[in-house]
């Protein structure tokens, strides 16, 4: 087995002084999806902002690629290392899809143009909308947008925080299969996600947060029972 891209260990973290993450410990390596689960509260986001560097670690470590990251600020974790698709999205809406897309490329010293031909080439959606405004595009289509620009900068990891979130079924289909591509190429991918269709075609392992701590770790066709998912997550389905 090869070395992890990301390694958590006993990670802490909070807002002020509520302590949210109480000790969070995994493993993710190159060409895995692993999902998260969990109720709203436990700890999902949060330990998304604390993997990026947008919430500082009260204690644990944090490599991804080899490398002690728990103290780095965002932007370096995320000039090289890690892509970042945050809950909501959070495109520039006043710029258009190739600017968006260009801007990305810059920050992760990358040129602007071929970046955005990757982009088209793994999402072809984009292509029609180059020259479209950011906030004139639909739910789905911004989320495209988010995801190819976090891409941008060739990192080894990729976080998405609910991508699934108020989209289309046909553009949550077309993220599945282009998640699966990216992983084969060796992409590392952690996904917090409450849509269990969406995790069981992408992940192939599922870890389930509660209070802030992992207390399960199981294969994804474990979702397939429905006893699993009422004791963990109080759905069955």
């Known amino acids: 087995m090869s070395d992890p891209i990301l390694a958590v260990t006993d990670l802490r973290a909070g807002y002020g002084r509520v302590p949210v993450l109480l000790g969070v410990s995994f493993a993710l390596q190159p060409g895995e999806i692993v999902g998260i689960l969990g109720h709203n509260g436990m700890g999902k986001t949060t330990l998304m902002k604390a993997l990026v560097g947008l919430l500082p670690a009260t204690s644990g470590r944090i490599d991804i690629a080899g490398d002690d990251v728990t103290a780095a600020p965002a932007h370096k974790r995320v000039r090289r290392r890690v892509g970042y698709v945050p809950q909501g999205r959070q495109i520039f809406g006043k710029l258009t899809v190739r600017e968006n897309l260009q801007l990305a490329a810059r920050v992760a010293g990358f040129a602007p143009d071929t970046a955005v031909a990757e982009a088209v080439s793994d999402f072809p959606i984009l292509g029609e909308l180059l020259d479209r405004k950011g906030g004139a595009l639909s739910g789905g289509q911004q989320q495209v947008l988010a995801l190819a620009r976090a891409l941008c900068g060739k990192p080894p990891l990729l976080l998405l925080d609910e991508p699934t979130e108020g989209i289309q079924p046909s553009i949550v289909e077309e993220m599945e299969a282009q998640l699966v591509a990216l992983a084969a190429k ?26 802030g701590q992992i207390v399960r770790e199981m294969p994804v066709a474990a979702l397939s029972d429905p006893a699993v998912i009422d004791e963990f997550m109080g759905i069955a389905t």
Do not use: C
């Open 186 to 211: 060796g992409l590392g991918i952690v996904v917090v996600e409450q849509d269990l269709d969406f995790i069981s075609a992408t992940a192939s392992r599922v870890l389930m947060l509660q209070k």
